[in-house]
């Protein structure tokens, strides 16, 4: 079945009715290609068999990363709810490496928004073309949902910014060629473009993770680590602001990842109902696998939406923070209980076959990363209770 | 109407195929069937044969081939003429009905002339629908590998016709003979067929060795040979490879796609090995096995070999 | 080097259903390009970026078939010329005919490609009649296709060797699935793709006086393969005992 489905192009014609030729042409070959080239090897690179660079270099040569960004800089321009689809495609063929390009999506999106004419000459083609990697260098072992805690310091001193701290459980380190890192100056949370490789910034081992295997994800540590002062993205202080912005956009592309991931999930459990027998017929015949089914289906279908519109809101320029959050709230918790009614559904096997309960492993660090459902709730009713006013 | 069929092909085995099919429709419809080689006509079954020589060797060049036939075409005034289909085959009906302005019929079986039509059946979309063809005499028909039994060759002397200097279009530089090896999947009454399940090429040696226990030729699917060139063109089954017709067909490690099945339809008995419960080689099959083919041949070597003692 | 592809736009056999009675929903069924009309087109590409020059992607097709030729367009062709009419319906001297008239409009051209057959019929007839019937050499089976100056050197892949041939320029050569491995066309090679020239031409202005003529299939029904489907799941060993009891009592083990 193909991963770019009619439903989708429905979807796509119902959002975007004068574009959706176009968008659909898109997604239906990036489908494709993620069909032949990267769903079959997803169990391997679950197993830790398969790596994912070569897999990520051709989806990137295709234009993955072109997607919504300005055309000046080598984007494709086109809307932001396509990505975000593209993204949940990539979510359904192989989740960890959706992952990594999302995150490496993010730094560009920042870059896009908040960096100087220069330095987005300097970074902006290589990351946009897939040359070189970034990763997204916010999170600490201490500091997580309260970002500004951030023990990472940044010191001027003459014409560099000298970096010292660890950051940790960040998506693609050990790999990338540019590091977006967050640290305290003396004003406050900074953000600093790090060009790997520098003699300051070392990375820890490939952390052992439940799901999301084919990533890298590992502690930076950073120990006179110095950055020329034409690093420094935007204004000293302003980096909590910058990574905030950033983590809105990124939230909507995890929710259509985990969307994704339901997607397969779903598509697994029908596929093995209708085959697995017992007391004489198909378990898809069955009242209370049909109610498992129903179920599943509409969740995927609503976390779609959801997505969609948090999109659809970004690009009309209004805030959008709150749709964002509700998207990844639903959507990731939507695909845990997918996942988990496809364990039940697939039984003894969905419990013992990697390839089958990986889609409950990797869905279960997004309700965790770029925002934990507890903080997006206290946004969302914040940001409700704002409007009700 | 008495019906003049004639059998051809630059290859005796495939010329012996389509003989068998011409047989058929000359018996059944009253007529005559005349058996169509070239070059020194050595290995034709028939009492009628009719042998086309030119200067140059006519076996190797289709082009060449299709000229002389054509020429012998016109003055002999057969109806029907069957062309086995081999690859050079193909391209040989295909120039002669353009030359002769007769209809053509590809990759044709069940034959039976009714009506002053040729009936017959062939397979369309990757084998999952079966088409009814009906082409009006005279017609050229391909027929189809291995659909019919070949006749026995005969020591019927046949006629020779020099057909005259052929001219070509295209000069054959080198002509390699590919390895025969110990490879005829065509005749092979079992055979053991590795697909993608196979991780690595060395893993290989699990199909090797149960097929050496069994007795049985080694096949593959596609991506095997084509994409991953483990295995030669040659061990390639499935619609743009060969189609086989064992009494036992055994695949392991194959999804079972289409265009693989296209390949295996005429076997006797489908067993398959494959981890993924909703594989399409299942719905394909007599016999499956839903299991890890890492774990599960190795038990079947057993249970062969305990077998045996 | 002006290059012509011959490509069809076919119903998606994989997706292609049946009625209660086995009859084909052909109306509406999924389509896509045949599947090895790609390694024509990528082979194309090949000789394209070697000699530099042009690729036209000719089809006899409906307008459906413009999405074939926007996918080849996307993977680099230059432009695309469709014949209209449904090939379904057409007997296929009839399509090489019309085929052959698209090819001398549009010509002259050095190479024209084709698979080695359609993924929905997989006649392999329509290359050999083209070269009959524009009286070019014709290679048939190419794995490899080479053009130095003037001469095309060809190794085709025959059933029992393989056959190193050459010939003048211009040619045609139809080419196995082994030849090559299409490339992706970008996303952006595919936006693009739809402001190539693409051309409609109409049967009878290309072939004038050539009246109807009508497919030689009477009928087509879906095939079931009335197989077993005996699952066995379990233990290795378990299942591996039960298939090799039920093959046995089957009779086809070796004694």
Excluded at chain 1, 78 to 92: H, Q
Excluded at chain 2, 35 to 51: E, F, R
Excluded at chain 2, 119 to 146: D, Q, T
Excluded at chain 2, 215 to 244: F, K, N, Q, Y
Aim: charged share 25%; glycine share 10%; proline share 5%.
């Amino acid at each position: 079945m193909a991963i770019y489905s009619a439903e989708h192009r429905r979807l796509m014609e119902i959002f975007h009715p004068s574009g959706s030729q176009e968008y659909s042409e898109v997604l239906t070959s990036l489908g494709s290609f993620m069909e032949k080239e990267i769903l079959p090897v997803s169990p391997r690179v679950d197993a830790g068999e398969a790596k994912i660079a070569p897999l990520r270099k051709k989806l990137f040569d295709q234009g993955m990363c072109q997607i919504p960004f300005p055309e000046e800089h080598g984007g494709l321009g086109l809307p932001f709810s396509v990505y975000a689809n593209a993204i949940e495609l990539l979510g359904t063929a192989d989740a960890s490496i959706a992952l990594s390009v999302e995150i490496h999506n993010a730094v560009a999106e920042g870059l896009n928004r908040f960096a100087s004419p220069a330095q987005k000459k300097k970074y902006l083609p290589s990351l946009l073309s897939g040359k070189t990697l970034a990763s997204f260098t916010l999170t600490e072992p201490a500091s997580g949902s309260d970002a500004a805690t951030m023990a990472t310091v940044a010191e001027k001193r003459g014409k560099e910014y000298v970096i010292r701290g660890s950051k940790m459980f960040i998506t693609n380190a050990g790999e990338a060629d540019l590091y977006m890192v967050f640290a305290k100056t003396k004003v406050g949370p900074s953000c600093f473009l790090v060009d790997a490789p520098n003699p300051g910034m070392t990375f820890g081992a490939d952390l052992k993770k439940l799901g999301m295997k084919g990533s890298r994800t590992s502690e930076v540590f950073f120990s006179d680590c110095r950055v020329p002062e034409e690093n420094l993205v935007g204004a000293e202080g302003k980096g909590a602001d910058y990574a905030k912005e950033i983590l809105h956009g990124a939230r909507i592309i995890v929710a259509a990842l985990n969307v994704g991931i339901a997607q397969i999930a779903y598509d697994k459990s029908v596929a093995y109902a209708r085959t697995r027998r017992a007391f004489g017929k198909p378990i898809s015949e069955f009242q209370l696998i049909r109610e498992k089914i129903a179920d599943m289906k509409t969740a995927v279908n609503a976390g779609r939406l959801l997505y969609f519109y948090a999109s659809m809101v970004k690009e009309s320029g209004a805030d959008f923070s709150s749709e964002a959050s509700q998207a990844k709230v639903f959507s990731t918790e939507m695909s845990l209980g997918v996942c988990d009614s496809a364990i039940q559904i697939q039984g003894g096997y969905g419990y013992t076959t990697d390839e089958l309960h990986r889609h409950w492993r990797d869905a279960r660090l997004l309700t965790i990363g770029e925002g934990t459902s507890e903080v997006l709730r206290m946004l969302i009713a914040r940001r409700e209770m704002a409007r009700s006013q | 109407m008495t019906v003049k069929v004639w059998a051809f092909s630059e290859a005796p085995s495939s010329a012996n195929e389509a003989a068998a099919a011409a047989r058929g429709i000359a018996e059944s419809a009253g007529g005559t069937f005349t058996v169509v080689g070239v070059d020194d006509g050595l290995g034709l079954a028939g009492d009628d044969k009719l042998i086309l020589r030119s200067a140059a060797k006519l076996a190797t060049s289709p082009e060449a081939a299709a000229e002389a036939l054509a020429r012998a075409v016109k003055e002999g005034g057969p109806d029907i003429v069957l062309v086995g289909a081999t690859r050079n085959g193909k391209e040989i009906a295909s120039r002669l009905a353009v030359k002769t302005g007769m209809h053509c019929v590809s990759d044709v079986f069940g034959l039976a002339l009714t009506d002053g039509k040729l009936h017959g059946r062939r397979n369309v979309f990757a084998g999952k629908l079966l088409a009814e063809v009906v082409a009006p005499v005279p017609c050229v028909a391909i027929i189809k590998v291995g659909s019919y039994s070949a006749l026995q060759p005969s020591a019927a002397p046949g006629t020779t016709r020099d057909v005259g200097e052929v001219s070509t279009k295209t000069r054959v530089v080198e002509q390699v003979e590919k390895k025969r090896g110990t490879v005829d999947l065509k005749g092979a009454k079992l055979i053991v067929s590795a697909g993608r399940g196979v991780k690595k090429k060395e893993d290989l040696a699990l199909v090797n060795d149960l097929a050496a226990e069994l007795g049985g030729a080694v096949g593959c699917s596609r991506p095997l040979s084509s994409d991953m060139g483990w295995l030669p063109e040659e061990h390639h089954i499935g619609l743009t490879g060969i189609s086989v017709h064992p009494d036992l067909y055994l695949a392991v490690g194959i999804s079972g796609q289409l265009q693989h099945v296209a390949g295996i339809k005429d076997s006797k008995v489908i067993a398959s090995i494959n981890s993924d419960k909703s594989a399409p080689i299942f719905e394909a099959s007599d016999y499956g096995v839903v299991g890890d083919l890492y774990a599960v041949v190795p038990a079947v070597m057993k249970e062969l070999k305990a077998r045996r003692h | 080097m002006k290059v012509a592809v011959c490509v069809k736009h076919a119903v998606d056999e994989a997706e292609l259903k049946v009625d209660s009675s086995g009859s084909p929903l052909l109306a509406g069924a999924a389509s896509k390009m045949s599947t090895f009309d790609k390694n024509a087109v990528e082979e194309a590409l090949r000789l394209k970026s070697a000699h530099s020059g042009e690729v036209s992607i000719i089809t006899v097709g409906t307008v459906e078939a413009k999405k074939s030729m926007k996918e080849a367009l996307a993977m680099g062709a230059d432009r695309g010329v469709l014949v209209v009419a449904d090939p379904l319906t057409v007997e296929t001297r009839r399509t090489a005919e019309l085929l052959a008239a698209a090819i001398r409009k549009g010509g002259p051209y050095d190479a024209v490609l084709c698979s080695e057959g359609s993924s929905d019929i997989y006649s392999g007839s329509v290359p050999p009649m083209l070269g009959e019937l524009l009286g070019l050499p014709y290679f048939g089976y190419a794995r490899k296709v080479e053009v130095n100056g003037q001469t095309a050197r060809v190794e085709r892949a025959l059933e029992d060797s393989v056959e190193v041939v050459e010939a003048p320029v211009p040619f045609i050569a139809s080419v196995v699935s082994e030849i090559n491995e299409p490339r992706y066309p970008t996303l952006i090679q595919i936006m693009q793709a739809g402001k190539k020239p693409m051309e409609e031409l109409a049967p009878d202005a290309i072939l004038p006086g050539s009246g109807p003529a009508p497919t030689l299939v009477a009928s087509m029904k879906a095939q079931t393969m009335a197989r077993k489907k005996v699952v066995f799941e379990g233990t290795p060993e378990e299942s591996a005992r039960k298939l090799v009891e039920a093959l046995a009592a089957e009779g086809v083990l070796p004694r």
